[in-house]
């Protein structure tokens, strides 16, 4: 089974920048895709971005269009979410995931927080 283990989050000032990794673990992990998503504090989880595992197609929310970057290493099984100018509407616990093709995201980590003081 498939674990994701999310790191990188933290205090920040608006404008900041910070990176984050999410690395799975087990014996095999060929995805069709990864998703990075984010809860604000009181609101559900929405999408921010994600990258098929292959191709390396990317698609992102328009909130953090020019300001968020996601990539990954197939080598070391991570995906990462490279955050520049950040705003404190992007402060939210950050989660990673994975899906199959035609399938639903699964295998959510544990999120990291992700803090973006004014």
């Known amino acids: 089974q498939v674990q994701l283990v999310e790191s990188g989050g933290g205090l920040v000032q608006a404008g900041g920048s910070l990176s984050l990794s999410c690395a799975a673990s087990g014996r095999t992990f060929s995805p069709y895709q990864m998703g990075w998503f984010r809860q604000p504090p009181g609101k559900e989880r929405v999408f921010v971005a994600a990258?098929?595992?292959?191709?390396?197609?990317?698609m992102y929310t328009d909130s953090v269009k020019g300001r968020f970057t996601i990539s990954r290493d197939n080598a070391k099984n991570t995906v990462y979410l490279q955050m520049n100018s950040l705003k404190p509407e992007d402060t939210a616990v950050y989660y990673c995931?994975?899906?199959?093709?035609?399938?639903?995201?699964?295998?959510w980590g544990q999120g990291t927080q992700v803090t973006v003081s004014s």
């Open positions: 995931a994975r899906r199959d093709l035609g399938g639903a995201y699964d295998g």
């Open positions: 990258i098929t595992w292959t191709a390396g197609r990317t």
